[in-house]
């Protein structure tokens, strides 16, 4: 049972270059979502989904496109990347029935880092 | 506006003492969800526990036990005996059901202990 499965663990980017995050589940869970995780600021929302073909913005989306394909799939677009975007990032799902208030369930973690 | 509070940011303790990480939530529905997660070294993310707002008996868990207390909106985390392996960040959460879909992280309490 593989859970969540982020990719690349790591990556660095040149301002201004684009790239995608990639989050892949095999729980079934309908609930997907994207944080990003700064010294000191804890862990931030940028998009999560609550199922296929629905997408909504968190606490800090600007920067950030997302879409949901799948459920299983949910993959997180940085279109022009900016030293403000160095950050871990981090995708979760959970499944809590149509509430979506279970336990999160974390991917490893990608490191970015933008020159 | 939901938020959550952990005001301490580094807690030292030495090897076997007890130590209590605190969370103070902050919300105007009355059905809610609280966590603790798990931030070892190593980065990953474990979730310890998740709370309905419905449900204020105290929960033990070996050495781990946790206070939830609606009249003061804290849902705080003691460590009983603490050991080197308990050395990591811990993060509090709260969900509500109004249908944001939003889960609140605090900003997170660095725990090290010492031997």
């Known amino acids: 049972n593989a859970g969540v499965t982020q990719t690349p663990k790591f990556q660095v980017l040149k301002t201004g270059q684009s790239m995608t995050l990639q989050c892949a589940q095999d729980?079934?869970?309908?609930?997907m979502s994207w944080y990003r995780q700064d010294p000191g600021m804890g862990l931030r929302l940028i998009h999560y989904?609550?199922?296929?073909?629905?997408?909504d913005q968190g606490e800090v989306p600007n920067g950030y496109n997302v879409s949901r394909s799948t459920t299983e799939d949910f993959p997180l677009r940085l279109l022009s990347a900016a030293p403000s975007q160095t950050s871990v990032y981090f995708c979760?799902?959970?499944?809590?029935?149509?509430?979506?208030?279970?336990?999160?369930?974390f991917g490893e973690g990608s490191r970015l880092t933008v020159l | 506006a939901q938020k959550v509070t952990q005001a301490q940011t580094e807690i030292s303790v030495v090897e076997k003492e007890d130590v209590t990480l605190d969370c103070v939530y902050e919300?105007?529905?009355?059905?809610?969800?609280l966590f603790w997660y798990k931030q070892p070294p190593s980065g990953e993310l474990v979730f310890l526990i998740r709370?309905?707002?419905?449900?204020?008996q105290n929960e033990i868990s070996g050495r781990y036990s946790w206070n939830f207390q609606k009249s003061t909106s804290s849902f705080n985390f003691t460590i009983t005996a603490s050991q080197v392996v308990d050395s990591a960040v811990y993060f509090c959460?709260?969900?509500?059901?109004?249908?944001?879909?939003?889960?609140?992280f605090g900003t997170g309490t660095r725990l090290k202990v010492l031997a």
């Open positions: 709370r309905n707002s419905f449900d204020e």
């Open positions: 919300t105007r529905d009355t059905t809610y969800y």
């Open positions: 959460a709260l969900i509500t059901t109004s249908g944001t879909y939003k889960y609140i």
């Open positions: 979760a799902s959970s499944y809590e029935g149509q509430a979506h208030t279970g336990e999160l369930f």
């Open positions: 989904s609550v199922g296929a073909g629905i997408t």
């Open positions: 729980m079934n869970h309908e609930y």
